[in-house]
């Protein structure tokens, strides 16, 4: 399994140093139970109505793992160009991208999103920010390495994304000729080309998840983690099972179709005949 980490470029400056954003005003302070999210935007701004609206909207997914502890900053760049030169890099899927206390946003605007798309894509981002808090403090919250499926499932899964993604029956099927041991790894790499596909995958291992330890598991896994242990032993601290073998029965739930009969009740066989 491939781990994640902060590209350097980011791990070593915030996205308020980065000159796109120099321009960026404070127009709003939203608080999400008590801790603000603060808006920057451009001084002509005519979308501030709909951001803290849909803010507002995200708020009941961010406290499902315990909310913010630490002020967060939204800073809205008024087009994608804007995107990639303010994050210092080229990423042609994505609209906004969330650091410990930050995150950077496209604006709206030149994407077309409605409210509903941004009160996702905002519960996405500020899920990443609680992630970030709770496994770690600003100093050294990028130490801390997280598998890829885990990171961005628990992220769509909270925004409640499911429908931007292949069905459990489209994965089975793109997952049947793929190495049980290779599957997670694969979709990390092929997150570039395929982004549907990785990200689903890491959608439905996270639901499998929830569904079988329970929500109180992540909050248990990012506190181990916060206190230096890895990721592989905070796991099984979290939920007494190998982090290997979990995603081995996550695969083939998805690759034998087990979600077929989730939750149907056992038929009740005929009575025998008598002879």
Not at 121 to 141: I, K, N, P, Y
Not at 201 to 225: E, N, S, T, Y
Request: aromatic residues 8%; neutral net charge; contains cysteine.
């Amino acid at each position: 399994m491939r781990a994640w980490r902060l590209p350097v470029a980011l791990a070593v400056s915030c996205f308020g140093c980065v000159g796109p954003l120099a321009n960026l005003k404070e127009v709003a302070r939203t608080p999400l139970d008590g801790v603000p999210v603060v808006l920057r935007h451009a001084p002509d701004a005519q979308e501030v109505e709909l951001l803290v609206d849909a803010l507002s909207r995200a708020t009941p997914a961010v406290r499902r793992w315990g909310g913010l502890s630490t002020a967060v900053t939204l800073h809205v760049v008024p087009h994608h160009r804007a995107f990639e030169r303010a994050l210092g890099r080229a990423e042609p899927t994505l609209h906004a991208w969330a650091r410990y206390d930050e995150i950077l946003l496209e604006s709206p605007a030149s994407w077309g999103a409605d409210v509903e798309q941004l009160r996702a894509l905002l519960a996405h981002e500020l899920t990443h920010c609680v992630t970030f808090q709770r496994l770690g403090t600003a100093q050294d919250w990028q130490q801390r390495v997280l598998p890829f499926w885990f990171r961005e499932g628990l992220a769509t899964v909270t925004a409640g994304q499911a429908a931007d993604f292949p069905t459990l029956e489209e994965l089975a099927g793109a997952l049947r000729p793929v190495p049980i041991d290779e599957a997670f790894d694969r979709a990390e790499r092929s997150v570039s080309v395929n982004y549907r596909h990785a990200y689903g995958l890491a959608h439905h291992a996270v639901v499998f998840l929830l569904r079988r330890h329970g929500d109180g598991a992540v909050p248990q896994i990012l506190a181990a983690l916060r206190e230096g242990k890895s990721f592989d032993d905070a796991f099984k601290a979290a939920t007494g099972v190998e982090r290997l073998a979990f995603e081995h029965d996550a695969l083939n739930y998805i690759r034998l179709r087990g979600f077929r009969g989730w939750g149907l009740p056992l038929k009740t066989l005929p009575s025998p005949r008598a002879k």
